[in-house]
């Protein structure tokens, strides 16, 4: 038999190779958006030396010489320019979470109230969710913010709510301690530990026995050491009560108008969407769901709320956080009603510096690090969810 030859096959080289055809192109990509963004920095380097503005972060130990209207941090117009960036951090984050807690509740109430079975309650329900969510969030914004402004009273005539509290043009006036606040925030700590305690505790006991846990303990241990410590510090502490004068009030706490309409709107806003969120995830809940929870001798708001809502919340929790993406990102509008967050103050910077570049970097990289935060714990409960369904 005569030998054959076996020719070794060599492989495709150049295009026509696959491999090395996508290298090659990822290569030139990135050729491409490296040249470009040279391009770009040396032309801003260029542009902003032929006007003589400086470069550079310098500036924000430069004492900033404006007043800011709501601060939860002591604040002067002394202080640096880096201290005025930290007192809008604060307020956006002040009213991001409290926006996302108001939105997450109010969200609930427009979810489970437009499956009611009672006819006002469910077209009511629907009627807001539609008016709300097929309106502009900035005109709301500014409805709000007329309502507080225009329609209250001036101070003068402004209508005592509790002892000490006035709600006025001006805002909120309230009492304020005249000693720290250090056994209150303790107290609320420990009452927070407690309600959790009690949650896990009265958790493992329902895995145990069966018989789902009643939820007025855990509030009570919440509410408990807060409410000892409130009497204490309302029996041996001093208060600064605000008094209203012809001009204003003197003395006492005052939460803005700005804050307030800020908070209303976008708390009402995004629990339009919230809601229509919880309904698609309840209604993905099959109802035989509910149909076994009642066969178990649970009452119809037992089951929804141990055996439908966590069901749901395995389908709403991407899209809630998306929502809370929204949420903390559209706090920027804060500036069309004047109130001092982030984006205000760093747009004030700018008029009085000139840096434009190093403000707007700064502002991409809070907000930035702001929208990363809130994912990340979402994918986190989204996580903790899915395991719990799939155990």
Not at 4 to 33: K, N
Not at 127 to 143: K, M
Not at 173 to 179: A, D, E
Request: hydrophobic share 55%; net charge positive; glycine share 10%.
């Amino acid at each position: 038999m005569s030998a054959v030859a076996v020719l070794p096959v060599r492989s495709a080289r150049g295009w026509s190779d696959p491999s090395f055809r996508s290298l090659a192109t990822q290569v030139i990509v990135l050729a491409v958006l490296a040249g470009t963004v040279a391009f770009l920095a040396t032309n801003l380097v260029g542009n902003l030396e032929a006007r003589s503005i400086r470069t550079g972060f310098g500036f924000l130990w430069q004492a900033a010489g404006f007043e800011i209207g709501q601060s939860f941090i002591a604040w002067s117009p002394s202080a640096s320019f880096g201290r005025a960036l930290l007192v809008g951090l604060l307020n956006t984050l002040v009213v991001a979470s409290l926006g996302i807690v108001l939105s997450t509740l109010a969200g609930f109430v427009v979810g489970i109230a437009s499956l009611s079975r009672n006819p006002l309650v469910s077209p009511l329900a629907r009627l807001y969710v539609e008016l709300v969510r097929n309106t502009p969030l900035l005109l709301q914004l500014y409805l709000w913010y007329a309502v507080l402004t225009q329609m209250l009273p001036a101070a003068s005539a402004a209508p005592q709510l509790l002892p000490g509290v006035y709600l006025a043009k001006s805002g909120l006036h309230f009492p304020v301690l005249q000693h720290g606040v250090e056994p209150l925030l303790a107290a609320v700590l420990v009452g927070v530990l407690a309600f959790a305690g009690h949650g896990l505790w009265a958790r493992r006991k329902a895995e145990r026995t069966g018989v789902p846990a009643k939820l007025w303990p855990g509030l009570l241990l919440l509410a408990l050491p807060v409410v000892a410590v409130a009497l204490e510090r309302a029996v041996t502490a001093s208060f600064d009560v605000p008094r209203p004068t012809r001009f204003g009030f003197s003395g006492g706490g005052m939460i803005t108008p700005e804050l307030t309409a800020l908070l209303i709107g976008l708390s009402l806003y995004n629990a339009a969407f919230i809601g229509e969120i919880l309904r698609a995830g309840i209604l993905s809940v099959g109802r035989g769901q509910l149909e076994a929870g009642a066969a178990l001798g649970l009452s119809r708001g037992q089951a929804l709320r141990l055996v439908v809502i966590p069901q749901a919340m395995k389908v709403a929790v991407p899209p809630l956080a998306s929502q809370y993406l929204n949420l903390a990102k559209n706090t920027s509008l804060a500036i069309a009603i004047g109130y001092p967050d982030l984006m205000s103050i760093g747009n004030t910077i700018i008029n009085q510096t000139g840096q434009a570049v190093e403000v707007i970097a700064i502002l991409m990289c809070v907000y930035l690090a702001l929208s990363l935060a809130i994912s990340a714990f979402m994918n986190w409960y989204n996580a903790r969810v899915a395991l719990k369904g799939a155990s």
